[in-house]
């Protein structure tokens, strides 16, 4: 007697349930991708969210999501120590108090900004050289707390050129410029009126020792 199909024929699936399928994984992972924050949001989110935590706010005008800092992790910083490009490094903390202060005076007196001061007249922060003359388009941010500069200051010193003087630095924030395995320029002090003078000076030394640096190459 001949076995009925009526249990063995299977319901066949369209071909547009799998399109379906795969166009909706498709467009999950784009969600994801489009609305995740990518590094350079993530530095400003990271120290607008430390706002509630110092209970200080963020100058916008110095500071604010279209900043002029870029992501570097410790393994790209040494890499980065031995080309023969100018790097400047902002090394801090979202979580340091005088890192999200310094922060804010860094990103103005690199690429300038117009700063309101309530009624008076608005305050003009001319951009620095480095910026203006396009020697280098942003500033490498380094998340570090201040316990690990001494470790780092180590591996550092390995990839510096052999003439170069070693380096100790123990804290944040900080500002440093590397160029053919040396340290060009550094600043440690950089809270208060002293220390946005000393990021100014830091922008102009680094300017200048830039341009000995490639005029001596092209002598």
């Known amino acids: 007697m001949p076995t009925s199909n009526k ?11 799998y399109v379906a399928i795969l166009g909706f994984i498709v467009a999950l992972i784009l969600l994801l991708i489009f609305t995740a924050p990518n590094s350079h949001r993530r530095i400003y989110q990271s120290f607008r969210d430390s706002q509630f935590t110092f209970g200080e706010a963020i100058n916008e005008h110095k500071f604010n999501s279209d900043h002029h800092f870029r992501a570097i992790n410790e393994r790209q910083l040494l890499r980065a120590i031995e080309r023969d490009e100018l790097t400047v490094v902002f ?7 005088n890192s999200f202060n310094a922060i804010q005076d860094v990103n103005a007196y690199f690429g300038g900004a117009v700063v309101f001061r309530g009624s008076e007249s608005p305050h003009h922060i001319a951009p620095s050289a480095l910026y203006t003359q396009n020697i280098i388009s942003n500033i490498r941010f380094l998340d570090i707390e201040g316990e690990n500069m001494a470790r780092l200051s180590e591996r550092i010193n390995e990839r510096l050129a052999e003439d170069a003087d070693d380096i100790n ?7 440093a410029a590397f160029m053919n395995g040396e340290v060009i320029e550094f600043e440690f002090s950089l809270v208060g009126q002293q220390g946005i003078r000393n990021i100014r000076d830091f922008f102009q030394n680094v300017f ?12």
Not at 7 to 17: A, D, F, G, L, R
Not at 91 to 97: E, L, M, V, W
Not at 169 to 175: F, H, K
Request: glycine letters at 6%.
């Open 7 to 17: 249990y063995n024929n299977k319901p066949k699936v369209s071909i547009w349930t």
């Open 91 to 97: 090394f801090g903390n979202p979580a340091d108090q």
């Open 169 to 175: 630095w123990v804290n944040v924030p900080m500002l």
């Open 208 to 219: 200048e020792a830039y341009e000995e640096i490639r005029l001596g190459t092209n002598e």
